[in-house]
């Protein structure tokens, strides 16, 4: 497949999801939470957040660790965050 269609395995929104809803906590527990949780993500896992804010801190924090995301609202005032690694190469 070529780059604008990526196959299930290469695409994280296909991969297997961890929930995380930190809605209703003070900062800075939602940030402390959601970096614990990346600790034990697996290769091809990502980590879905539901947050009250969107999260801008965090993004500096997830780009200083080779993260990426996707953030979109949720349609109740709150956002829905997909966090994964890239693949190291030669591990696709």
Do not use: C, K
Request: proline share 13%; hydrophobic share 40%.
């Amino acid at each position: 497949m070529n780059a604008r269609h990526p196959a299930p395995a290469d695409d994280p929104l296909q991969w297997p999801a961890t929930l995380l809803d930190v809605g209703g906590l003070e900062a800075p527990e939602p940030m402390v939470r959601i970096l614990e949780a990346l600790e034990t993500l697996p290769e091809r896992g990502s980590l879905r957040v539901l947050i009250d804010r969107e999260p801008h801190p965090l993004y500096r924090v997830l780009e200083r660790y080779e993260f990426l995301h996707r953030t979109w609202p949720t349609g109740d005032g709150r956002y829905e965050l997909l966090i994964w690694q890239t693949p190291l190469p030669g591990t696709a």
